[in-house]
C-alpha cells in the first residue's frame, strides 16, 4: 500500500478530505510511535512505504522514552495534535488510522505479524481499541 492509497483510505472512513485525512494519520502515528519502544517504532517503520515512513518518523526524537499513556490520554493527544473538535472524533480518527495501519502491515485483524508486536506493547485499553479498529467503524 503506498502513501496516497493509505490517506485516501483514512479520508474515506472519516469522510474527509486528504488534507484532513492525512493531519489525522500524522496524530495517531506520532502518538502511537511515541507509545511503542523505539525498536518496535523503528520495526514498524522498515515495513511502511517511504511517504508514509516519513509521516511516521516526523518529530521522532534519539534517545526518547517509551510514552506510557492509556487510551484516554492517547486520544487525547491525538485530538489536540491534529485539531480535532472532540474526543469522540478523535476515537474516529484513531481508529480509522489504526485500521488502515493494520492493513498496510499486513494483518486482517490486527493480531498477525508487525501488527501483533505493535498490540503488545499497547495496554488493555488500547488493546482493545486496536482490536475493535479491525473489525470496522463502530455502530451506534
Known sequence: MDARTFIRSVGERLRCDEARAE?????VFQVLRDRLTPHEAADVASQLPHGLRRLWTDNDRAGR??????????VGRVRAFAGLPDDAEADRGVR????????ALGSPTGAEG????VYSQL???LKR???EAAK???TA
Not at 23 to 27: G, I
Not at 114 to 117: G, M, N, R, T, V
Request: charged share 30%.
Open 136 to 138: 470496522g467503524p463502530r
Open 129 to 131: 481499541l486496536w482490536l
Open 65 to 74: 522514552e517509551v510514552e506510557r499513556i492509556h487510551r484516554d490520554e492517547f
Open 23 to 27: 493531519s489525522v494519520a500524522l496524530a
Open 114 to 117: 508487525e501488527a501483533w508486536h
Open 96 to 103: 480509522a488510522v489504526f485500521a488502515v495501519l493494520q492493513h
Open 123 to 125: 495496554p488493555k485499553d
